[in-house]
């Protein structure tokens, strides 16, 4: 019945709904740092927009081309607005990715760990994905052995910058040195929905780097820094050659008019986004000096989350719910990846983790 590569598939798994997970364990109130949410909530600029929203166009279908929204995104990244393509989610887009451009046997290339629905939807069009393992010292991608593993049959390489779930990331001018090294016929795919994190200096996006490369894709969401995952909308940045067929295979009518009106209230609130990334970066590293005190081996991060090695990781993941707080597991043995909290969040789940290591 099922098409091959359907059969044997691993399923995304979801996160679920925080009120069912507490009624489930009989507790009052669980904090879900396990998926990446901004603890800061979103700009009140987005309720504005939404409250303002003419409820009686409800009936009518969204605009297919996100107009408004296209405008504002092309001018905050400087780039033409034909350049860009809007899914409901940056998940989408990744979906769309793999459904324009896979042919079964096509090669996939990505490091590991790394975001799961790139191999997913390359799974899904029957194709193979060839993962090449991060160096283990620092979590770092190995990018000469990934120039190593290109084909004939590469078609996509997928680069998550800053990478979920290790948090590391490279600069660009590394990044561009990687692109000068592949084929031109192989598309490179750099997800950045977490770049605006980053505090290192310099170059941060890739975006600048696409007027010199016509097979260099840069995406992003209004997901994390934005705080706005339950609203779906995230983007791509083209070559202009390429768009065409991707605005073909795309559903015309993915993203609804809220989303997009949504989406482009929170872009004109960047104090918002300024001020997550300093709180978040003030987080960041005072987790790190928690786990270099806790002698807890991490990767140094540029995300708003940490990824570290965690003894008996699901036995301090349990103790963690327990309190109320809820990790991520399951992405690399005996690892935990947690999301960034409030003050008073951080402090009191760092505190657990020295309790729980103290009496094991
Ligand atoms: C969260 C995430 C996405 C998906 O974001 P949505 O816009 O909410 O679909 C894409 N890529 C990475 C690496 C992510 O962590």
Known sequence: MFKNAVENIEPYTPEVPIKKLQQELGLKNIVRLSANENPFGTSLAVKEAI??????????????????????????????PEQLLFGCGLDEVIELIARTFLDEGDEVLEPWPTFSEYKLHATIENATVVDVPIRTSDGQFDLAQMCQKITPKTKLIWLCNPNNPTGTY??????KKFIDQVPEEVLILVDEAYVEFVTEPGETSAISLLKDCDHLVVMRTFSKIYGLANFRVGY??????LIGKMQAVRLPY???DVSQ?????ALSDQKFVQQTQARVATARNQWQDFLSQQGLKFYQSQANFIFFE?????????????????????LQPDW?????GTTAQ???????????YETL
């Open 170 to 175: 490279i600069p660009v001018s590394t990044l």
């Open 310 to 330: 965690a003894p008996q990781a699901l036995k301090l993941k349990e103790t963690l719910l327990q309190n109320g707080y809820l990790v991520r597991s399951g």
């Open 346 to 356: 951080n402090e009191a789940m760092q505190q657990v983790i020295k309790d729980f």
């Open 51 to 80: 409250l303002n929203w003419d409820f009686t166009t409800a009936r009518e279908y969204p605009d297919s081309n996100a107009n408004d929204l296209r405008q504002a995104v092309a001018k905050f990244q400087n780039v033409l």
């Open 261 to 265: 009106l949504a989406a482009k209230a």
């Open 336 to 340: 935990l990846r947690v999301t960034f």
């Open 254 to 256: 993915n993203l609804n």
């Open 236 to 241: 791509a940045v083209i070559p202009e050659a």
